[in-house]
C-alpha cells in the first residue's frame, strides 16, 4: 500500500493563493442596489449569505471605489437574488463604467424610494444594522423588511472560477 504525505500548509496567507481558494468555491449572484445622492447605485455581489430567520437577516461585503461607498453608505438597499435568465444584468451590474439603470434593466422606483429590477426572480428590501470594515471591503448586516417573489426565468446563476454558470438537473448529484 501507497502512503502518499499530507499536502504541505502554506505559514502566511498570501492574497492571491486566498483568491484562488475562493475562486474554486462556487457562490451564488446578487444585484445590490440603493438609491445614492444623485440617483440609483448598484453592483454585482457574490457574497450574499443569509444570517438569521428571525428576524430575516443577510450579509454582504462590498469593494471598491466608486459604487461600493456610496451603497455601503445606504440606510436601506434592495438584494436583488437573481438567476440565469438575468445574466445580462448581472453582467451590466459587474462592470465599472457601464451604464446602469436603463429601460433594458426593467427598474422603477419603488414607494419607499430604493430602485427595483423587475426581473429578478427574488428581491429583499433591507434595512441596514451593521457596517463593520473588515480589512479594503465593509461588510453589511441588514434585516429584511419585505420579501417580493418575481417569476423565475431560468436556473441557478452562480459565479466560480471567474465565469457564469448556470446550474441545471444534470449538475445534481445523487
Known amino acids: 500500500m501507497t502512503t502518499s504525505s499530507p499536502a504541505p500548509l502554506a505559514t502566511e496567507a498570501d492574497p492571491a493563493l486566498f483568491r484562488d481558494a475562493f475562486r474554486g ?100 428590501r433591507c434595512r441596514v444594522d451593521e457596517r463593520l470594515d473588515v480589512g479594503s471591503s465593509r461588510v453589511v448586516i441588514a434585516e429584511v423588511l419585505e420579501v417580493r417573489a418575481g417569476t423565475p426565468a431560468g436556473e441557478p446563476l452562480v459565479y466560480h472560477d471567474r465565469t457564469y454558470h448556470r446550474l441545471s438537473e444534470a449538475s445534481a448529484l445523487s
Do not use: C, K, N, Y
Open 25 to 124: 468555491h462556487p457562490a451564488g449572484l446578487a444585484v445590490i442596489t440603493a438609491a445614492g445622492p444623485e440617483g440609483p447605485i448598484g453592483l454585482t455581489a457574490s457574497s450574499v449569505s443569509s444570517v438569521s430567520v428571525d428576524p430575516p437577516s443577510l450579509v454582504f461585503s462590498l469593494s471598491g471605489r466608486t459604487t461600493a461607498p456610496l451603497l455601503a453608505a445606504a440606510e436601506t438597499v434592495v438584494v436583488h437574488l437573481m438567476d440565469s435568465g438575468q445574466a445580462d444584468i448581472v453582467r451590466t451590474f459587474a462592470t465599472p463604467g457601464t451604464a446602469r439603470f436603463t429601460a433594458d434593466q426593467d427598474w422603477e422606483w419603488l414607494p419607499t424610494g430604493e430602485p427595483l429590477l423587475r426581473r429578478s426572480p427574488w428581491s429583499l
